[in-house]
Each structure stands twice: as structure tokens, then as C-alpha cells.
T-cell receptor
């Protein structure tokens, strides 16, 4: 049974800092891994999806990496801004769409 | 594209009442997912459909919950009778099989409160 863990649960950084969010999963037979952003009281916005055959994906200031053998993924945010404050969730896909979510990392970027 | 559409956005009901949540997936997507989010349990998959057929309903908590997808553009999640512990945010998501295989797009959610 797939289990997804995100560390830390909460993170506070000053504006401009580069930061890394961590995601680990127990079953390496994943189809892909997806990172989401959730603002308070809102739905989930897809940030990046990494296929199992890929090592990383980039979108603007965001870079997500995937290491299936170690069961880890990281989300790197460069030059953080107050607008990046949100909860970030990772989700592993083992079976054609069935996502298993971590509990999320709540990020606060202070001006 | 309007994205995934859910209604209602908020629902307050009394224990024992029937609740119906609605979802319209992104046009052309062939998979639809219902999730529930609570503080205690996070995001949990309840059920998902592929080409309107339920594939996995192992996450449905009990017989009080049922879901249907009568056509490619509409799905419902029904709770009958509702209980206070059903209070949560319910999300619908859809995905299509393209080169961004299985990337899921979420609706804004329905916040359900059962008193």
C-alpha cells in the first residue's frame, strides 16, 4: 500500500530565499508524481507532473525532481515571494490515475 | 476551458438529510475522481471513473455514499442519510490520456457542513 510523507509540515522563510520541499513514497512502482498548490479555502492547482521515466521537470521558478529508487521527490522554489505562501502537496500515482496524497507542507514567505 | 465545475460551492444541511454534490469534468477528459479533504485525514480518494465506468470505489466510506456518472460530462456524489462526520470539503477532479498522461485537474470543491 502506497504511503506518501511530506517533511516539514510547515516552513517559514524570508522573501528571496531558495527552498526545498520534500516528499517520500514507499512504493517505487509509480506511474508519475504530481505536485499541487492549495491556497486557503481553495481547490488544488497542479504545478508539475513528473513521469516515472523522468528525473525532473521545471516551470518558471519551480523545479521538481524524482528519484524512484530512493522513493523521493523534491520541489525547489527559487527566489521565494510572499505570493508563494500556500500549502504544497505531492501525490503519487501507482495505478492509472489513483493519486495518494501526502499531508502537505504549509509554506509561509515573509516580506 | 472553464475547468472542472462543481456545485454547490457550499452546502449546510441537517443530519439525516440527503445531500447531492455535482461535478462537470473538463471537456474531453475521460477519467473523473471524487476526493474528500479533512483536517484529520487529509485528501482521500473516494471513487474514480474511467469512460463513465466506476473503476475503484474502495475509498467510499460506507453504503451511505454513492456516486454515478451517467455521461461523460456529469457526475454526482450522493450521501444519504448524512451525518456530522461527513462534514468536509469534497473535490472532483478530471484527467485525460495525453502526453501529460493522467495529470489531474481539480475543481474548487464543495464545502459540506452537516449539523
Amino acid at each position: 500500500k502506497q504511503e506518501v510523507t511530506q517533511i516539514p509540515a510547515a516552513l517559514s522563510v524570508p522573501e528571496g530565499e531558495n527552498l526545498v520541499l520534500n516528499c517520500s513514497f514507499t512504493d517505487s512502482a509509480i506511474y508519475n508524481l504530481q505536485w499541487f498548490r492549495q491556497d486557503p479555502g481553495k481547490g488544488l492547482t497542479s504545478l508539475l507532473l513528473i513521469q516515472s521515466s523522468q528525473r525532473e521537470q521545471t516551470s518558471g521558478r519551480l523545479n521538481a525532481s524524482l528519484d524512484k529508487s530512493s522513493g523521493r521527490s523534491t520541489l525547489y522554489i527559487a527566489a521565494s515571494q510572499p505570493g508563494d505562501s500556500a500549502t504544497y502537496l505531492c501525490a503519487a500515482n501507482n495505478q492509472g490515475g489513483k493519486l495518494i496524497f501526502g499531508q502537505g507542507t504549509e509554506l509561509s514567505v515573509k516580506p | 476551458d472553464a475547468g472542472v465545475i462543481q456545485s454547490p460551492r457550499h452546502e449546510v444541511t441537517e443530519m439525516g438529510q440527503e445531500v447531492t454534490l455535482r461535478c462537470k469534468p473538463i471537456s474531453g477528459h475521460n477519467s473523473l475522481f471524487w476526493y474528500r479533504q479533512t483536517m484529520m485525514r487529509g485528501l482521500e480518494l473516494l471513487i474514480y471513473f474511467n469512460n463513465n465506468v466506476p473503476i475503484d470505489d474502495s475509498g467510499m466510506p460506507e453504503d451511505r455514499f454513492s456516486a454515478k456518472m451517467p455521461n461523460a460530462s456529469f457526475s454526482t456524489l450522493k450521501i444519504q442519510p448524512s451525518e456530522p462526520r461527513d462534514s468536509a470539503v469534497y473535490f472532483c477532479a478530471s484527467s485525460g490520456q495525453d502526453r501529460f498522461s493522467y495529470e489531474q485537474y481539480f475543481g474548487p470543491g464543495t464545502r459540506l457542513t452537516v449539523t
